[in-house]
Structure formats: structure tokens, C-alpha cells
């Protein structure tokens, strides 16, 4: 039997859009500017993937400028993000559905992104790590959205594709859709999200 939750939460990276060379690349970016290692592509994704940029940085033992520094560049990486081909259609058939974004890129960068493909308009609001104390793997931020939505967690599912996101949906008490990553329900692509939730 399909769900029919009461609103869908929804990370951005790795869920809509592909963004992960363009976050590998701002971030060797600020460290060569100052003057640290840059990391590998393999090493980008198995230990910082998907985790808040700025505890990979105290992960790394690296200062904040270079945080605010990756943040402030990655605007002009923008176009190499690539939105998913079955992205809009998919957001289409949900699109009686509450749904918010939940992500740890900057909120600026973030409807810049929405703006770009065209979808800003299938989400009621945005929330970014910097809308709350404590960044994913916390459930603090799916809190905040449920409040802001009127909705009870238990009644929402969450979106994501990291552990990250799977542990602060199940924190918090959603029903989590793990893209590629093992959680309540396992697809491969977000097409896929429409044999579980009823349209």
C-alpha cells in the first residue's frame, strides 16, 4: 500500500540536482587559496559527502574563513550543477503534496540553484544548516520544517541520499526514502519515488 504522507522533505544534493563536483571543486578551491591540501574526488566523497561544509572543516582542523570563502565562490560553480532528468516530472506528479527543501548548501546558493531549473516553485520554503543550531545528522532542521509546514513528523517523509540524512529523519520520526543509500524505503532515482507515495 502506498504512503500518502501529510508533506515531503526533501534534500537538494545528491536528490534533485547533481552538485558534487561543483562542491569538490569550490572546496579545493578555498583550501588552495589558503594554502592547505586539496583533497581527492574519492576522498571528498567517502569522509565529506553529504555532511554540513563546516564540520568537515573542524573534521579537517581547518578554520571557518575557509568555510565562508567556499561558500562565497561556489555561486560561480553554479553551472556545472546538472538537475536530474526526472526531476521536474517527478516534483510534477507531487505537486499537491507540502514539500520543503532541508539542505546544508547556503540558503543564497540554494534559490540560486531552484531558480535556475525552474522548481523553486514546487517547494513552500527552503531551510539550510543555517536556519538551525545543529546541521544534519540532527533532526533539528526536519523540526523546523514539520513546525513551519503544520505537520507531525511521524506523518512526513524525508528525501535524502547520505546516512546523514537518513539518521535525522529517523531522529525525528519520518518515514525515510534513501536514494542509493539503505534507509525505510531504498530507490535509485527519484523517479522511483512514486511506487511509494501515492499521486
Not at 50 to 61: A, E, P, V
Request: glycine residues 4%; neutral net charge.
Amino acid at each position: 500500500m502506498k504512503l500518502r504522507p501529510s508533506a515531503i522533505l526533501f534534500d537538494m544534493d545528491g536528490v534533485l540536482i547533481d552538485s558534487l563536483d561543483s562542491w569538490w571543486i569550490s572546496l579545493n578551491t578555498a583550501l588552495e587559496a589558503f594554502k592547505y591540501d586539496k583533497i581527492t574526488r574519492e576522498e571528498f566523497l567517502k569522509r565529506y559527502w553529504g555532511h554540513d561544509l563546516f564540520d568537515n572543516l573542524k573534521t579537517m582542523n581547518i578554520p571557518c574563513e575557509v568555510g565562508n570563502f567556499c561558500n562565497n565562490i561556489y555561486g560561480d560553480h553554479v553551472n556545472s550543477i546538472k538537475i536530474y532528468p526526472y526531476t521536474k516530472s517527478t516534483l510534477e506528479k507531487l505537486k499537491y503534496y507540502k514539500k520543503s527543501i532541508i539542505t546544508d548548501t547556503a540558503k543564497d546558493c540554494t534559490i540560486q540553484i531552484l531558480k535556475k531549473f525552474d522548481i523553486e516553485k514546487y517547494f513552500n520554503f527552503v531551510l539550510t544548516s543555517s536556519d538551525v543550531k545543529n546541521a544534519k545528522p540532527s533532526p533539528e532542521i526536519v523540526f523546523k520544517s514539520c513546525e513551519k509546514l503544520g505537520v507531525k513528523p511521524q506523518d512526513v517523509v524525508l528525501v535524502g541520499d547520505t546516512d546523514s540524512d537518513v539518521k535525522s529523519g529517523r531522529a525525528a520520526g519520518c518515514k525515510v526514502i534513501g536514494i542509493n543509500v539503505e534507509a525505510d524505503y531504498t530507490i535509485k532515482n527519484l523517479s522511483e519515488i512514486t511506487k511509494i507515495i501515492y499521486v
